[in-house]
């Protein structure tokens, strides 16, 4: 089955304790990209990648870091967690022919205290 | 800069049908998408509309675009229970390949009543 997956699906962690939310896909999708999602801001982009070595920012990058060394992976990570970065997190992928149509995971929810 | 905007909630009796409303501010989108979020879920594309088109049919849904007022609307015909979610839409700045460009709403909650 075509799918994003993004690990863990729920996380209580404490302010500076380092973590990762792992996103992978099994599409061979070029892009990839991580959303945070808050109530009544709907979805913001926080970095995307459009192929292999290739990251950037998105509109809400501070933060966080990506990496993508490889196809498939394209893990977040928050290097020191603070409350501001209690959110619901989306990762996407799509292909670079078509229409831009993006596949989401499932979403990491992050509850920094 | 790009920015969409949505209504918050919208409420419909089962049966009736619905109409969710977007309005966007970049007249170069190339593509516009509905996505649906049910609780607890990632986002699902519903479906999309190419700019240079003004209508898009499938099956219950129906998608009108009016590019000189910058509006796109969802109507969902004979609307159900299993309806009720959160709608988004979204633009796409630039040509294929461009995802990173796209922009979401707010996103819309749709309460269906019985």
């Known amino acids: 089955e075509a799918q994003v997956t993004q690990n863990p699906r729920y996380l209580i962690t404490v302010t500076g304790k380092k973590l990762t939310v792992t996103c992978s896909q099994n599409?061979?999708?070029?892009?990839m990209s991580w959303y945070r999602q808050d109530p009544g801001l709907g979805l913001r982009q926080i970095y995307y990648?459009?192929?292999?070595?290739?990251?950037d920012k998105g509109d809400v990058p501070e933060g966080y870091k990506v990496s993508r060394k490889e196809k498939r992976n394209f893990p977040l990570i928050l290097e020191s967690p603070s409350p501001n970065q209690t959110s619901l997190y989306f990762c996407?992928?799509?292909?670079?022919?078509?229409?831009?149509?993006?596949?989401f995971g499932a979403g990491s929810r992050l509850t920094v205290l | 800069g790009e920015d969409v905007e949505q209504s918050l909630f919208l409420s419909v009796r089962e049966g009736d049908s619905s109409v969710i409303n977007c309005t966007y501010t970049?007249?170069?989108?190339?593509?516009l998408y509905w996505y649906k979020q049910e609780p607890g879920a990632g986002l699902q594309l519903l479906t999309y509309?190419?700019?240079?088109?003004d209508m898009k049919q499938d099956q219950r849904l129906t998608v009108l675009l009016n590019k000189k007022d910058k509006h796109l609307s969802l109507r969902i015909a004979d609307t159900q229970t299993g309806d009720s979610a959160i709608y988004f839409c979204?633009?796409?700045?630039?040509?294929?390949?461009?995802?990173?460009?796209?922009?979401f709403g707010t996103g819309t909650r749709l309460q269906v009543t019985l």
């Open positions: 599409m061979n999708h070029e892009y």
């Open positions: 990648s459009m192929n292999v070595e290739v990251t």
């Open positions: 996407a992928s799509s292909s670079s022919l078509g229409a831009n149509v993006l596949t």
């Open positions: 979204a633009e796409s700045i630039g040509g294929t390949g461009t995802a990173s460009k796209l922009t």
């Open positions: 509309i190419f700019s240079n088109m």
């Open positions: 970049d007249s170069s989108s190339t593509y």
